[in-house]
């Protein structure tokens, strides 16, 4: 579907007779989600025709059990049964993901599972009900069922035969990444079928986008922390729009504020901004930024990489998760990177990367703390050698590594809903959590803890939302502050 305003508006202002009726109804669908996940929850047996539609885009078909109808008695409802296809692309698939499709064959589906001549996998017969856990469970086992149906591309074929080449390499991360260029810019499928959560639609006047593609904005809030005020009293006094913006840090003249591929600069007051200040063909979805002694500390995630840099754009360090060990991506695909390409534009699936290291800082000594999404861990690099060592494990994806002082820093473990304050010293110590505080929240997007005012800062991504607490222990609630359910939060900073 198309997310940018211009073709929005176009879809949106239809006129009677313009456009098919399946057009009518995804410009209407609020981004493909429709009224999937409340049909869902109700009992009848089927879904009504305008969602028969849409769920063809999160790989679903609605079709009926043809050898039950000369059983049928008049009127009696048709033995509607449902269709699931998982798209692989590149057609590799590990023993693990068939053998999951196999016991979902015979726990929801009727016994059977075909394999198709576009490299995908159908599970036939299943009713109603077995649609959330089946769809669950394979994206659990790291494979998806988003666009393998209707009027989008289904999937991209590549050679399956496991070669251990360069070359066979790239074809497969190729195939991957066309994929994902192609696939539908929604959360809708992840909200229904990952987070499993009936999706509340709240359409606000002139909005035009879907969370993840279109918006991305960052606010200015007024707020001081030390006033302990009610959270009624704490408001958006600006707001600026920008184009999946994520890390923010402080420079000489404003605030740096990366996107995608590129690094934008604003004032503290959101009344300038300067756009594409800081570029590099190495920049890809560009997440957390931090200062360092000599410049700045970016995560490339895109690239599982991480890289040093001056404002003028010299790269001053970098280190590249694959050359130090991380070479397969979740699935078990060995990942394969060109690094003289320009990587700015093209888009790489989460797991199409070994890492998805999402943050970076630099400690007091000149060593690298970073987060590793994939492996639910914090390291620290050495940077003269590039070797690395684990500090803080069994984490659930994590974001947001800060440093607080010359022995301490916090951490969010963004699953488990918990900001951490982690003691470390010396090369070779494990960190030491001190304080774990309990957000309330199931994705934890960023925490930190501010020395100054004695609070923690904690951004709940899950439900668009500032919390504020007091102490060191977070043991009492300073303010909340519930945002628009459209922006997707990543990050907040102090000014």
Known sequence: MPNNEESTNTLLNLGPGEGSKIEHI????????GQIA????QESTHLSDSQVQLVKFHGIYQQENRDARHTRATGEEKAYQFMIRTRIPGGEVTAEQY???????????????????????????????????AIHTINEALLSTLAACGDVNRNVMACPVPFAGHVHAQVEETAHRIAMHLAPRSRAYHEIWVDGEQVKIDKHPGGTGDPDVSRGERSAVDSDLS??????????????????????????????ITSFGSIHEVDADLKTIKRDVVSSPLFNALHSISRTQRGYLVASTGLDLILEFKRDGEVLWSWWATDHGFEETPTGRRRVLDKSADHRVVQYGTLSQTTHVNSAAELPDGR???????????????????????????LDHPHAVRILDRTHFTVADTVHGRALLVHINGTGERGQVEEEIDAGTSWLQDCRYDDEHES????????SRLVLRRGRSGDKAIAQLDLDPEWRLYEAHLL
Request: hydrophobic content about 40%.
């Open 26 to 33: 995804k410009a209407e669908s609020h981004h493909l989600r």
């Open 38 to 41: 409340q049909e869902l929850a």
């Open 99 to 133: 053998l999951t499709h196999d016991d979902l064959a015979g726990r929801y589906a009727n016994g059977t599972l075909r394999i198709t001549t576009r490299q995908g996998f159908q599970l036939h017969g299943i009713l109603k009900g077995g649609l959330y856990p």
């Open 227 to 256: 006033r302990g005020e009610r959270s009624e009293g704490y408001k958006v006094v600006k707001n600026l729009e920008l184009k999946m913006a994520a890390g923010m840090a402080d420079t000489d003249k404003g605030v740096f």
């Open 368 to 394: 690298v703390l970073a987060s590793l999404f994939h492996q639910g861990s914090v390291i620290v690099i050495d940077r003269e050698t590039g070797k690395w060592q684990p500090v803080l494990e069994g």
């Open 456 to 463: 923690w800062i904690l951004v709940d991504g899950k439900n």
